[in-house]
Antibody
Framework: QVQLVESGGGLVKPGGSLRLSCAAS????????MSWVRQAPGKGLEWISY????????YYADSVKGRFTVSRDNAKRSLYLQMNSLRAEDTAVYYC???????????WGQGTLVTVSS | QSALTQPPSASGSPGQSVTISCTGT?????????VSWYQQHPGKAPKLMIY???KRPSGVPDRFSGSKSGSTASLTVSGLQAEDEADYYC??????????FGGGTKLTVL
């Protein structure tokens, strides 16, 4: 069955870095754009980035552009999110998603919590 | 770009219909037919309910329907059931390859 499993979340200090991973299984990874979406505690959803199946193009939300980098390794069926210069407002559950239709995420991982605090 | 505008709450009794709105601009909802709706139960990941304004993924009951008029999209849930109580989010493609979400609507089944 289709699975998206995020890992790498945790507690990090402001200004620090963290790398999230998303392991995909149960489908042809190269057939899909992939996205990252986050949700701050008790708040709504916020789109972060999406990456094409070939890793170009890649698009980012203005709130993370220049600080976050998305990549994928199709051979490893994995998606990554490198987060630098982290701020308190980056505290959120980060979801890896599979784009099943144009700009619509049909599959979501369980999420991984990132907490930015001193 | 700002988030799309949704009412914070909506409610209805079992069997009734309820409609949730999602208002944007000509740069997002009004300019493209790439509006989606997601259902999220507490502590769970969101689930896609509607894509491309009015299309349902396989497995989503036909009680859920979507529409759009100008820069406002709508999700209608007919024949409300207890399990429909959840948070609902709209999203839309926006200019310059962005994706915007609404602030979310908490649907209560009375």
């Amino acid at each position: 069955q289709v699975q998206l499993v995020e890992s790498g979340g945790g507690l990090v200090k402001p200004g620090g870095s963290l790398r999230l991973s998303c392991a995909a299984s149960g489908f042809t990874f190269t057939d899909h754009y992939m996205s990252w979406v986050r949700q701050a505690p008790g708040k709504g959803l916020e789109w972060i980035s999406y990456i094409s199946s070939s890793s170009s193009p890649i698009y980012y939300a203005d709130s993370v552009k220049g600080r976050f980098t998305v990549s994928r390794d199709n051979a490893k069926r994995s998606l990554y999110l490198q987060m630098n210069s982290l701020r308190a407002e980056d505290t959120a559950v980060y979801y890896c998603t599979r784009e099943d239709y144009y700009y619509a995420s049909g599959r979501w991982g369980q999420g991984t919590l990132v907490t930015v605090s001193s | 770009q700002s988030a799309l505008t949704q009412p914070p709450s909506a409610s209805g009794s079992p069997g009734q219909s309820v409609t949730i709105s999602c208002t944007g601009t000509s740069s997002d909802v009004g300019g493209y037919n790439y509006v989606s709706w997601y259902q999220q139960h507490p502590g769970k990941a969101p689930k896609l309910m509607i894509y491309e304004v009015n299309k349902r993924p396989s497995g989503v009951p036909d009680r859920f329907s979507g529409s759009k008029s100008g820069s406002t999209a709508s999700l209608t849930v007919s024949g409300l059931q207890a399990e429909d109580e959840a948070d609902y989010y709209c999203s839309s493609y926006a200019d310059s390859n962005k994706l915007l979400f609404g602030g979310g609507t908490k649907l209560t089944v009375l």
